[in-house]
């Protein structure tokens, strides 16, 4: 049974409630909702690319980047964990009866693989962060670590980050509540360079709008608009000339704006 490192990003999901749900309802009946439940999760993990490592009692493990990268298993991974809140909670069975805690996190991992059956084992604290995070996690709620929140964040949106303790480490974790999907993603720009210096580096919201690094942001104008104005006559020839040709189409079209 081979083993190697891998950057993986986990996905732990628990229901809340549960032993509540049993005492309500008839031992068949918890096993009918509970099998719902686990056909949702194999399904939407699988959508999403990621591996559905084990069931633990009431709890879901899977893991995005096994047996196969994708190069954005973090988004994939909290894509997938706010499908599974929407399935479960649009469901006509258990919409209202079961509740998800889940918790995210993106780290290195030994993948261990029976090339026989194709099942694998990952072990690593990136695991044992996972299961922590799901436990702090309030009923409905998604939290993730902070190594996937900053792989995702140009994806989506995080609520206020905040601290919490973890047995067996010295120093609290840093988690985010994960709020939903960007409805544009943010593209990364190459830093705008002036004079051989970096002056800002871009990032394109999706809005007509572009943000610096240092939180300025820039209004997108029409070149012909531009032209007019003296003061960018001589600055935008400038410009294009030390910047190249990638940075014609936005140079000539860009205003400061506090």
């Given at each position: ?87 479960i909670a649009t469901n006509p069975l258990l919409g209202g009866r079961l509740l998800l805690r889940m918790g995210v996190n993106t780290g ?151």
């Amino acid at each position: 049974m081979p083993e190697e490192r891998k950057l993986v990003t986990i996905l732990f999901a628990d229901v809340t409630g549960s032993t509540e749900l049993g005492e309500s309802l008839d031992p068949e009946d918890v096993r009918a909702l509970m099998g719902r439940y686990y056909a949702h999760a194999q399904r939407v993990i699988s959508q999403h690319g990621g591996t559905l490592e084990k069931f633990i009692g009431d709890a879901v493990m899977a893991v995005f980047g096994l047996p196969r990268a994708h190069g954005n298993d973090a988004e994939r991974a909290l894509a997938a964990a706010l499908a599974l809140r929407e399935a479960i909670a649009t469901n006509p069975l258990l919409g209202g009866r079961l509740l998800l805690r889940m918790g995210v996190n993106t780290g290195e991992v030994v993948a261990t693989s029976d090339q026989a059956s194709g099942d694998f084992l990952v072990t690593g604290d990136a695991v044992n962060v996972a299961a922590r995070l799901q436990q702090a996690a309030g009923p409905d709620e998604i939290v993730v670590g902070g190594r996937t929140a900053t792989a995702a964040q140009n994806a989506f949106l995080f609520g206020e980050v905040h601290l919490i303790e973890v047995k067996g480490k010295r120093e609290p974790l840093r988690v985010f509540p994960l709020v939903e999907m960007r409805t544009a993603r943010l593209v990364g720009r190459p830093p705008l360079i002036v004079g051989g210096k970096i002056c800002c580096n871009w990032i394109s919201c999706g809005c007509g709008r572009w943000r610096s690094d240092d939180h300025n942001s820039f209004r997108l104008w029409p070149q012909q608009a531009l032209a007019r104005h003296d003061s960018w006559r001589n600055f935008l020839p400038s410009l294009m000339r030390q910047t190249g040709s990638r940075w014609r189409q936005h140079a000539a079209c860009l205003t400061a704006k506090r």
